[in-house]
């Protein structure tokens, strides 16, 4: 496995400083979260930045995955809309655009994951036309990027529509496409009451393309300092290790920008501890 870090915890920092910082602590493996302050998807200069961000990762020996979760990118006012579930066509649209948009540029890159999740309604509605309505994104999503090169990695996230693993398989065996695979965040396991983890890695293994890891404590979704939640650590990396996992595996610790540096530093040493 490649331990890695998101972007998205260095929210204060120059990406480039980021990047370099990230490299320099012994991480392999960068979940790049596409934001104002790292990417700016639609700026006239995207293209041009990634191939040059890209450059910087290839230099670093950092493998690259491509994260879409910023907040206020799309809407300054709601964070995390429009969704692949929002009433209008339009918002639906602004959605998938930028998640195409996001694998092109990731692409450039030099990436070939792709990482989302469902986001949550703006109406209410039966519970039908939710599934209704992310079935139809995710196979759209799915078809457009089949000859990409780059796969998808659908995370279920606490607090959205598809917010855990029963719910995910569901939304797979509808798509049925060979590009579309799981990003698998072991502190929402805990959060959901999905532990233990490795049922999950038995079942999931072939498509696992992504990673997210922190501690958390069961039924309260923020996100920790290993040994600051309930999670089983030692299961954890024993549970990969036993399925011989080789993708990135992503410390994703938005809300210690402010410490950047020290908490990457820590999460990195603790990993040593465990072997990876």
Known sequence: MLPG?????????????????????????????????TLEPFAANAIARARELGKIAQDLQLNLVIETGARFLLDPRRKHQPTLISKQSS????????????????????SNT?????????????????????????????????NSGMKIAFEPEPGMFIDTMGKFEHLHKAISHSKFGLTLDIGHLE??????????????GSVLWNIHLEDMRLGVHDHLLPGEGSIDFAKVFEGLNKIKYEGGLHWELSRHSHDAVETARKCRQFMQKQGC
């Not at 998101?6 to 934001?35: C, M, P, Q, V």
């Not at 959060?191 to 999931?204: R, Y």
């Open 91 to 110: 918002d639906r649209k602004k959605r998938a655009d930028f998640l195409l948009r996001c694998a092109e540029l990731g692409l450039e890159m030099g």
């Open 191 to 204: 959060c959901m009451n999905e532990m233990p983890l490795l049922p999950h890695l038995d079942k999931w």
């Open 5 to 37: 870090y998101n972007t998205n915890g260095f929210a204060h920092h120059k990406i480039e400083d980021a990047l370099k910082i990230i490299a320099e602590l012994g991480y392999r493996s960068i979940a790049f979260t596409l934001d104002y302050n």
């Open 114 to 146: 792709l990482s989302f999740w469902s986001g949550k309604p703006d109406f209410e509605a039966a519970e039908d036309s939710y599934w209704e309505l992310i079935i139809e994104q995710c196979v759209l999503i799915s078809r457009q990027m089949e």
